[in-house]
């Protein structure tokens, strides 16, 4: 009863982050469900982060689409490409020692909270006609880009907005709304792979994606009173990120390390 008091408890302060600051809520899914629910096998934690980042994505996707911010040809494209490497990423992270891919998941984690330190900043093109060379450069982004979510178990927002900026020179708002569909993608490709080596707890991540659904909906409504302070909102949440982030290396580099120095 507790551990689906906490797994329902995680996945609202994610939701509720997700909403208020419009990313990186995600990249935390894993060390709560670590630390705070307590599920102790690494890669069935990334296999039940993907799958309830996912659920979040899909629905999220479903606000943006009404308001017409997602350009769907483009989307499809780099969703398309991601989902294959995510499958290759998630692959590669299931062969990876779980304390190694723990102390690695850290690191992306100050990554992150650096990139949310910068002000996002999209570009100016408006057309975004299906060119070979711009569906050549979406392709190449969303395989990378996919590679990188799937051997983390992580949506990826992040990293696929200037992947789609620096594909198409597109608006950021056409990025976030457009990103949301390869965040789905890949973190369902992602734990698809995990289920089939039997690697995602259902019951978790099912309470994990009704707390991240009213905690979007209260996150999205506080941050319509304090949009003018998303700045200040990003900084104190890098901070979040920047502690949770010590907080790993400092649990795994010892026994990540000793693993890699076993014969």
């Known amino acids: 009863m507790l551990t689906d008091l906490l797994a329902v408890g995680c996945g609202l302060f994610v939701g509720f982050s997700l909403g208020l600051i419009g990313g990186g809520g995600s990249i935390l899914a894993t060390p709560l469900l670590l630390y ?59 062969a990876v020692d779980g304390q190694k891919l723990l102390f690695l998941f850290a690191v992306l984690m100050v990554v992150v909270g650096v990139l949310m330190l910068r002000p996002r900043r999209g570009g100016d ?20 880009v996919g590679v990188l979510s799937g051997f983390f178990g992580i949506g990826g927002g992040f990293l696929i907005v200037p992947g789609l900026i620096f594909a198409t020179g597109m608006p950021l708002i056409n990025a976030i709304g457009s990103s949301l569909l390869s965040v789905g993608s890949f973190g369902l490709a992602t734990s698809i792979n995990y289920a089939s080596s039997h690697l995602v707890d259902w019951i978790v991540a099912g309470e994990f994606i009704l707390g991240g659904v009213l905690g979007g909906f209260f996150g999205m409504k506080l941050a319509i009173g304090l949009a003018g302070q998303r700045a200040t909102l990003n900084r104190v949440f890098a ?13 795994t580099a010892g026994p990540a390390f000793a693993h890699a120095a076993t014969p």
């Open 125 to 144: 093109n408006t057309d975004l006609t299906l060119t070979p060379k711009r569906v050549a450069r979406t392709l190449i982004s969303g395989l990378i």
């Open 36 to 94: 705070v629910v307590g599920m102790r096998n690494p890669h069935l934690v990334i296999g039940t982060g993907a799958l309830a980042v996912a659920a979040n994505a899909f629905i999220n996707l479903g606000s943006h689409a009404r308001a017409g911010t997602v350009r769907w040809p483009i989307a499809a494209i780099f969703a398309v490409a991601g989902i294959l490497g995510a499958f290759v990423g998630s692959t590669l992270g299931k």
């Open 239 to 251: 901070g979040i990120i920047f502690t949770v982030a010590a907080y790993m290396i400092w649990r």
